[in-house]
């Protein structure tokens, strides 16, 4: 039999991809991280994507080498206000407050924007990562995968990771059911700068038509993702720059004085999609080709941040043992400590959209005053601030700052 060109081919070239990749080098494997898409160029613009980044997620960045090239660009989150609200009405009185004072170490992590991370990580890949390569099918055959690629070449491993997105055409091939439905929402990202100082804060407000967080970048800016009903998403974004600031003002109100728009704005359909497995012969789905959930709370990356630490210490401890780590026994080791947790956050931030999505009198009234209650109650806070941090519950190595 030819000899293998590595250990394992991540397909998909996306941070999740990425990630994986990094964290299958941290684990001392030989991985192949195959990018669709065209090399970024340098020195890419501000274009006001970013990401929420838990502690957590800063340990496993900091474990796969990423971090000290983006810390300085990173901008700290001390503390997150969640409120309920209407347009042009403000927030209600009843609200949830986040302190950073009341957790202890690295308190809620930090705001990444995407032109400093996708490079900085693409970069620890070195000659791991090849752009311009497409899977487009794997067979497993006796102790290996065949990648075929569009340019009709192929590449063989122990193993195949799906990193190829939410509609991943690797997880159809391998006939991977899914639960799915559309939101009748669309996301909007945009990014502006203020004439007063943001001071770090991160606010979630709930509008009848779904949240609006704002989340602080450096420099007095910050980033926007919100959420509107579909036709209301393409009214909006097809307006002039001037128009478009003056909806945001009308949701965001006045508190941090004059808003610019800084960078581009986007608009994109919101979706729901669990797989029914996490893997198949030689084959583990990976990010959003095994959960897509609502960006309610920011946290699409940070899900596929532990499914690829989860990953490597499996495969890490099976390769020490001596195990193929393509057999199907050791990935549904993977599956097993990864469905639960996905599953159960994917549940809940579409609970939480169904919950506060709406007008309707009597949830209002109940949920402000639920809000209210919470933000009473210590215990009740920091055991949400904890399973926002990443480092709840089985927890892989990389986001506990341990070594694979």
Known sequence: MKPLDCD????????????????????GLAPLVLDAGPAPEPGAAFDGRAYSTPPGSVNFWRGVGVWPAVEAEAEPMRDILVSDGRVSEGASPLFLHFDHRE?????????????????????????????????VSVEAEPGRAVARLADGSALSARLVVAADGRESPLRAAAGIGRIAWDYPQAGMVSAVSFAEPHHGVAHELFLPAGPFAILPLRGNRASLVWTERRAEAARIHALPDADYLSELEAR????????????GRWTYPLSFSLAHEYVAPRLALLGDAAHAVHPIAGQ???????????????????????????????LRRYQQWRRFDS??????MDALNRLFSNDVTPVRALRDVGLGLVN????????????????????PKLMRGEAV
């Open 8 to 27: 394992v081919i991540v397909a998909g070239g996306g941070l999740a991809g990425a990630a994986a990749g990094l964290a299958l080098k941290a684990a």
């Open 103 to 135: 957790v202890a170490g690295a308190g809620f992590g930090c705001m990444v924007e995407d032109r400093h991370l996708r490079p900085a990580a693409f970069a620890a890949l070195g000659d791991a990562l090849r752009h311009g390569a497409r899977v």
């Open 252 to 263: 965001f109100g006045d508190f941090l004085g004059a808003l610019a728009l800084e960078g």
């Open 300 to 330: 699409g990356l940070n899900l596929g941040l532990r499914d690829a630490a989860a990953l490597a210490e499996v495969l890490a401890e099976a390769a020490r043992r001596g195990e193929d780590i393509g057999d199907l026994a050791v």
């Open 343 to 348: 599953a159960a956050l994917a549940f809940s």
């Open 376 to 395: 009473r109650a210590p215990a009740l806070k920091r055991m949400f601030m904890r399973a926002a941090s990443g480092l709840g519950g089985a927890a």
